[in-house]
């Protein structure tokens, strides 16, 4: 049976022949030294591969060709070129030095799967390499990085993409509840309650010998360095095989020097999807409130007193003032998912269903035909990766664009800033600024360690 690759291989060369075009074939075999590009299907590197990175790879294989790996962990890096290498029937070349994948021209597109702390840093260098971009959310560590960010976009032209899958998949759910709104049949929203689940804390987290596979210097890029931490008990189920508690693999998340905690995990889900559906994608809120929450370790003027263990938020409920008089609460509370609330009703939706009687009315008083596509901006593509695709084609950003993500990022970075200092934080907007507040205000940005700060 033929590979995906070599038939469309195959379907170039029948191109190329009906097109009578030499010049072509020599130009696009001089591209190509590194990899052979079809006309029709990408040239793709992934960077960062353990968990989400494999993911989004195995949902590209019917779109893209994998010509490079890189991870900074040999065992990781070596599962995943022979994984890809079955899938596509062609090995790709591996790295433990992402710079290596953007020096080649071969490649046309990356995608990113790091922890949250390499995104920006990687993606500014990839658009400077000429490459499009998709990179996982959250796509920033703080706020400044978002304005670097889009930055970086409008000036080079690529086409760039965030891994908020919910705005393609979970079978249009959460287009089916943005339409709902738009066609009023919860009357005017007062009120979003985004469900994001809670964290749990760690025990103390001891220093230990850095496994042989993993250069920690390069895991640990822009973050302080730091010595690398482990538990020996093993994460089971979902992101699994690595350490339960730990500063690296997966339990990144659980530490502000490399994320958000849940805010930004699943913020970056949630509160997207509660964004779009009020209309609120260029804007944000007055004021964020945090009104109940848990850090579990003691913090002094917004930071941590040890760092031997996770710091993130375990429990919180936060209040957001958006505009038109709109409560959003983000909460680890309740079932994950979205709770909208209006002056005529209200309903619930998640990944897995979406329910409440403005869904039940639909039978006798179904959405006008084309409101699906209508949120969407056209025909809902058959994934994330395919709008991706469709994007470098078109040169139209894609669904996931960096401005309305760094928007509603905005509110969850705010939250965790509001959190951390024990204190609301006032907005502004138009400036994106906090109102009022220096202490505050310091924590939009952060200082690169040396040796890994952003060259533009
Ligand atoms: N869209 C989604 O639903 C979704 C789901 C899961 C994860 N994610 C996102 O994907 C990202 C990764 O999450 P994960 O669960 O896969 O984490 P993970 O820790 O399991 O995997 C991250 C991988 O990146 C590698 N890495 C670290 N620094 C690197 C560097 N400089 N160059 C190359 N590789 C490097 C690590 O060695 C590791 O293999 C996070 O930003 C996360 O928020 C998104």
Redesign the pocket.
């Known amino acids: 049976m033929p590979t995906p690759r070599s038939t469309s291989r195959r379907q170039f060369l029948q191109g190329l022949a009906a097109a009578g075009t030499a010049g072509v074939l020599l130009r696009s075999a001089n591209r190509a030294f590194g990899y052979e590009a079809s006309n029709e299907r990408p040239v793709f590197a992934t ?7 494999w ?1 989004i790879i195995s949902k590209s294989f019917g779109f893209a060709d994998f010509a490079a790996l ?4 040999a065992n ?1 890096l070596g599962a995943n070129v022979e994984k890809v290498e079955k899938s596509q029937g062609k090995k790709p070349d591996a790295y433990k030095d ?1 710079r290596k994948v953007l020096d080649r021209k071969d490649i046309d597109a990356v995608m990113i ?4 702390h ?2 920006v840093k ?1 993606a500014v260098e990839a658009m400077h390499a000429g490459k499009d971009v998709y990179c ?3 796509l920033t560590l703080t706020i400044d990085e978002g304005k670097l960010i889009e930055k970086v976009v409008k000036e080079t032209g690529r086409v760039f993409q965030v ?3 919910q705005r393609t998949e979970s079978d249009q759910r959460f287009l089916q509840a943005i339409a709902l709104i738009r066609n009023g049949r919860i009357g005017k929203v007062k009120k979003v309650t985004c469900s994001i689940d809670r964290m749990e804390s760690s025990p103390v987290i001891p220093a230990v010998a850095v496994p042989e596979e ?1 250069d920690w210097d ?2 640990l ?1 822009p973050a302080p360095q730091v010595p690398y931490r482990a538990l020996p008990e093993i994460r089971q189920g979902y ?1 699994g095989g ?1 350490p339960l508690y730990s500063n ?3 339990s ?2 659980n530490w502000h020097e490399y994320s958000g905690g849940k805010l930004t ?1 699943w913020g970056a ?1 949630h509160v997207d999807i509660a964004c779009w559906a009020l209309g609120a994608s260029d804007t944000g809120p007055s004021k964020v409130a945090p009104v109940e929450y848990a850090l579990p370790v003691e913090y002094k003027d917004g930071y941590p007193t040890v760092g031997d263990r996770y710091n993130v938020a375990t429990r919180f409920t936060i209040r957001v003032d958006m505009p038109n008089d709109v409560e959003m609460i983000i909460t680890s509370e309740g079932d994950n998912g979205i709770l909208f609330e209006g002056a005529e009703g209200r309903f619930f939706v998640n990944r897995g269903k979406i329910a409440g009687k403005p869904v039940e009315d639909l039978k006798d008083h179904p959405l006008p035909d084309g409101a699906i596509e209508e949120v969407y901006g056209g025909k809902v593509s058959q994934n994330h990766t395919a709008n991706f695709i469709e994007g470098i084609k078109s040169r139209k950003q894609p669904i996931s664009d960096v401005w309305s993500h760094n928007r509603m990022l905005e509110i969850c970075h705010l939250s965790n800033i509001a959190m951390r200092l024990g204190r609301e934080l006032k907005w502004d907007p138009a400036r994106r600024e906090i109102i009022g507040d220096a202490q505050a205000n310091s924590f939009l940005s952060r200082e690169n360690r040396k040796g890994f700060e952003i060259n533009i």
Not at 47 to 53: D, M, S, W, Y
């Open positions: 960077i960062g591969l353990r968990n989400q990175g993911a890189a991870d900074v962990d990781v992402y799967a790091t922890p949250d390499w995104h990687i996982e959310k959250p891994g908020t899958m993993l390069f895991w890029g992101g690595v690296c693999h997966y990144f998340r995990d889900h």
